[in-house]
């Protein structure tokens, strides 16, 4: 034990400092809680610039999915103001009657919000969710590696099929995803229930396996920077980013059309906070704020208003700024419990071969 | 009445560790019983549905995969870590605890981080690749990543300090008259070793192995990183249907095979080490 | 000890080091990566550094981890010892139940006992945040500590203990003065692994974490949507520096102690 003893008072003191320097938080102008997925998601500076403004502190609680806060929304209601979730979430939180319909007098500036992103499957009549985010999946590719491989260039999700391609595909690591890429290559649509259809795309789905290098959620563009991959299906932010570090990369939107992501805030029905809520609601739909969010979270941002407000590399960015031509060409999924029961089942088949 | 008089001081850790993890894990048991709706919300119907789930090939495969994984992963944490604790012993006693510290210290860093690590030494452009294209030794980068060797690596870092510290534990007290005497009677190092020290340490090599072998099963974002999600284990499985595939019955059934697997392996260990009398569990 | 076998014994700890340390010191590196992907270096900065001082968030997430970590630890480490040691006192039935009970908390998934815990706590009322953490953690903390102790108190000579006894020594006297002296070295070793299991944990702090609180691990792991920014790398880094130089720090401390109790 002696020889411990030198180290141990040291480590404690310092330690305790940390731990008694904890408590003591002031609570003026009330607080709102918010969560969402973490980093700069819903960046610090904004909402800096929201506390300083109007002296309501925001508790910003960061997760890591969807399903995470549905958890803690569904186990604390009243703990929760408001969260930003993806649109299927919405869908089923209004479904178990979590969320409250939200009061349109209040939101002043919800007129800003594109029409396009309005009205979708999982929220008719805009009661529920304010679109905060929105992004798609497509593929960035690396022409010439794609040349030099003796491929013919890329255009759709077709094309991945190519035997020269081998090992050299990194794909987001999600069946739904994977399973959308054979679909759409068959001509089909997203959340195909019917088992032949679905037998097709399983078999279409094995083929594909030699090329497949990776799979990857969170940094595929990685691959294609280093080079592994000539070929990657990805997240527009991450598709962004893959560009800005290697000019080389060019994304493809693929002529089957794409998935799209729309992120909404929504309320929670048994929220503390509701009047502070709105406030904080209305400060985000401002267009110069909604701009500088789209700029720094590289996200397409649903606020029409804004975009006389976005950067020039956010317009001159067909990956940020979608064409409406691609716009059009977008679906959603679904994430029907049957249908996800059957795609990871298959799924799974895929890589366990 | 003196048994029970006797038992008195554990009746309360076992409560609240009966109550906090008894209870989620009654929870999982009812749960993997139960159905679930379109929206993923569980519904309170009585189901064998995901059990016999768990039973098709490709599932077991998952399982049979995992165990693979956690076995390998305790074997090389015990082949790499058991000389670094014996020999951690044999040092003075003032290094001894430096170094133990030190192979603690790289585990208060985020693992997330750590395996990043790893992928930045092992990638294509990564350092270890440079390193060898700049000594002109390979011409192409070398392909090590988004294997079943990357994650098997990956993983053994991750859980290698609990290999450590159980065998060293059990290595230091280690009776010394035991190793003199031998040494005394003429055995050689080897000897010693082999007849007197490593069956004394077998509770440690079990504990250690316990500790490694069962959080491997439930690891899953080494094998998504290094092995590239090449293939499934069942804490990526858990985990997805938890979340994503929001499937949570099944996610519980899964788990109750992992629990199951678990006590077979402990229960295997159980008889064979009773044979020995160094039954540790 | 002859000379040969020290230095294999020198070469073989030192090369575990390097393999242990390689993958840190690339975390290191790319802290200084102008980059904030891991797939290239982009050139040197220390703008991550920059931009880590100006970074409350990580701050806070950084000073709740290790307030929860420290009070896991040593609460673990209690409940661990002292229920290792009452296992030497009980029954052998029960001393067996003891040590099934202690594997439980390793053996259900972080989900579901998150999830659990997470349905059970609100049911109680109780506040998320320290206290949730700390409960939570220490579940499955205690075994680590538990097993540890326990290998040494094994086989623990037992004539020594009943000399004592015979010598009128109370129960908890014998405690105090022959056994936890005995396991002093694991107990340490013990919370210290504690101390990174806590630090380390993800998927049962996002559940236990109250409206305002994050912990490090979970701040990083719901960046990933986003992107994890060398930002990260940069606060592991101070994290590393600051543990050696205490570690050096005490070391030396250590050697000055010792030498004037030689004089």
């Not at chain 1, 029905?269 to 906070?273: G, I, L, R, T």
């Not at chain 1, 649903?302 to 804004?306: R, T, V």
């Not at chain 2, 090590?144 to 294997?147: L, V």
């Given at each position: 034990m002696t020889k411990f003893k030198g180290i141990l008072p040291i480590l404690l003191a310092v330690v305790l400092i940390f731990v008694f320097t904890a408590c003591g938080q002031s609570k003026d102008s009330g607080q709102i809680n918010l969560m969402t997925w973490g980093g700069?998601?819903?960046?610090r500076e904004i909402i800096d610039e929201f506390e300083s403004e109007t002296g309501i502190k925001v508790n910003y609680k960061e997760v890591t999915s969807n399903e995470d806060m549905q958890s803690l929304l569904e186990a604390?209601?009243?703990?929760?103001?408001l969260a930003v979730v993806t649109d299927y979430m919405v869908d089923i939180l209004r479904q178990n009657g979590m969320l409250e319909v939200l009061d349109q007098s209040k939101l002043?500036?919800?007129?800003?919000?594109?029409p396009v992103y309005q009205?979708?499957?999982?929220?008719e009549n805009n009661e529920y969710s304010i679109p905060y985010a929105v992004s798609t999946s497509f593929l960035l590719v690396n022409p010439e590696a794609i040349a030099d491989l003796g491929a013919d260039p890329i255009t759709?999700?077709?094309?991945?099929?190519?035997?020269?391609?081998?090992?050299?595909i990194v794909v987001v690591d999600w069946s739904v995803e994977v399973m959308g890429i054979v679909l759409k290559s068959l001509g089909y649509e997203y959340n195909e229930t019917d088992p032949e259809i679905v037998e097709e795309a399983k078999q279409k789905l094995f083929e594909l396996a030699d090329n497949i290098m990776r799979f990857e959620t969170?940094?595929?563009e990685d691959s294609l920077i280093n080079r592994e991959a000539v070929v990657g299906f990805m997240y527009s932010n991450q598709a962004v980013k893959g560009k800005k570090a290697d000019d080389k990369l060019e994304p493809v939107f693929p002529r089957e059309g794409m998935p799209i992501f729309i992120d909404s805030f929504v309320m929670s029905?048994?929220?503390?906070?509701k009047d502070k809520a709105y406030t904080f609601l209305n400060f985000i739909l401002q267009p110069e704020i909604a701009a500088r969010i789209a700029d720094i979270t590289k996200f397409t941002t649903?606020?029409?208003?804004?975009e006389e407000y976005v950067s020039e590399e956010y317009k001159n960015n067909p990956m940020l700024n979608i064409p409406d031509e691609v716009a059009e060409n977008t679906s959603f999924y679904i994430n029907v419990a049957d249908v996800l029961e059957m795609y990871e089942h298959i799924y799974s088949e895929f890589k366990m071969r | 009445m003196k048994k029970l008089k006797q038992n008195a001081p554990a009746i309360p850790i076992l409560i609240w560790i009966s109550l906090l993890v008894g209870m989620p894990l009654m929870f999982v048991v009812v749960l993997s019983f139960l159905s679930r709706d379109s929206l993923g919300n569980i519904v309170f119907r009585f189901t064998l549905e995901n059990y016999k789930r768990i039973f098709d090939p490709v599932y077991l495969r998952v399982f049979l995969n995992s165990f693979i994984l956690a076995v390998l992963t305790g074997l090389i944490t015990l082949l790499i870590g058991y000389p670094v604790a014996y020999f951690t012993t044999k040092l003075q006693p003032k290094k001894r605890s430096f170094v133990i510290m030190l192979i603690i210290l790289?585990?208060?860093?985020s693992s997330l981080l750590r395996t990043y690590g790893w992928i930045i030494l092992l990638?294509?452009?990564?350092l270890i690749n440079s390193l060898l294209m700049q000594l002109n030794i390979v011409k192409e980068p070398l392909n090590?990543?988004?294997?079943f060797g990357t994650t098997l690596v990956g993983m053994a870092y991750m859980l290698i300090p609990f290999m450590i510290i159980a065998v060293y534990n059990s290595v230091d007290k280690l009776d010394k008259s035991l190793v003199e005497a031998s040494y005394d009677l003429g055995a050689s190092r080897w000897k010693t070793f082999l007849n007197i020290t490593l069956p004394l340490t077998i509770p440690g090599i079990a504990g250690g192995f316990t500790l490694v072998f069962i959080p491997s099963l439930g690891m899953f974002f080494v094998s998504d990183l290094l092995g590239g999600g090449r293939t499934i284990f069942l804490g990526n499985l858990i985990n997805t249907l938890v979340t994503r595939g929001r499937n949570r019955p099944l996610a519980a059934a899964f788990s109750v095979g992992m629990i199951v697997l678990v006590l077979l392996v402990l229960f295997i260990y159980n008889r064979v080490a009773k044979d020995k009398g160094e039954g540790l569990f | 000890m002859n000379a040969r076998a020290g230095r294999f014994r020198t070469f073989y700890l030192s090369l575990f080091f390097v393999a242990l340390y390689v993958p840190v010191l690339s975390v290191i590196l790319y802290s200084?990566?102008?980059?904030?992907?891991?797939?290239?270096w982009a050139g040197f900065t220390l703008n991550w550094y920059r931009q880590l001082f100006n970074d409350r968030v990580i701050a806070e997430a950084f000073k709740i981890s290790i307030q929860v970590a420290v009070l896991t630890s040593v609460l673990s480490a209690i409940i661990g010892t002292a229920t290792a040691i009452i296992a030497m006192y009980v029954t052998k039935k029960m001393k067996k139940a003891i040590n099934g009970i202690m594997l439980l908390p390793l053996l259900v998934p972080e989900v579901a006992l998150g999830i659990s815990l997470l349905i059970f706590f609100s049911a109680l009322k109780l506040p998320f945040g320290h206290l949730t953490l700390v409960l939570s953690h220490s579940l499955f903390c205690v075994p680590y500590v538990y097993i540890m102790v326990q290998l040494r108190l094994n086989?623990?000579?037992f004539s020594i203990l009943e000399a004592a006894k015979d010598l009128g020594a109370a129960r908890w006297q014998i405690i105090r003065t022959i056994i936890l002296p005995l396991v002093a070295p694991s107990i340490l070793t013990a919370s210290l692994l504690a101390l990174a299991i806590s630090l380390d944990d993800v998927i049962i702090s996002t559940y236990m974490s109250g409206a305002a609180s994050t912990t490090l691990p979970v701040h990083v792991f719901s960046m990933m949507r986003v992107g994890v920014t060398p930002k990260v790398n940069a606060l592991c880094t101070l994290i590393l520096v600051g543990t050696f130089f205490i570690v050096g720090l005490g070391q030396l401390i250590n050697k000055k102690a010792n030498k004037k109790e030689a004089f």
């Open positions: 700069d998601f819903i960046p604390n209601p009243d703990q929760y103001d002043s500036n919800f007129s800003n919000i594109n009205g979708n499957y999982y929220d759709g999700y077709s094309d991945l099929w190519q035997e020269e391609l081998k090992d050299s969170n940094t595929p029905k048994q929220a503390p906070n649903p606020n029409k208003a804004a | 790289p585990f208060w860093i990638g294509k452009t990564g090590m990543m988004y294997r | 200084f990566n102008e980059s904030s992907s891991t797939a290239h086989d623990i000579d």
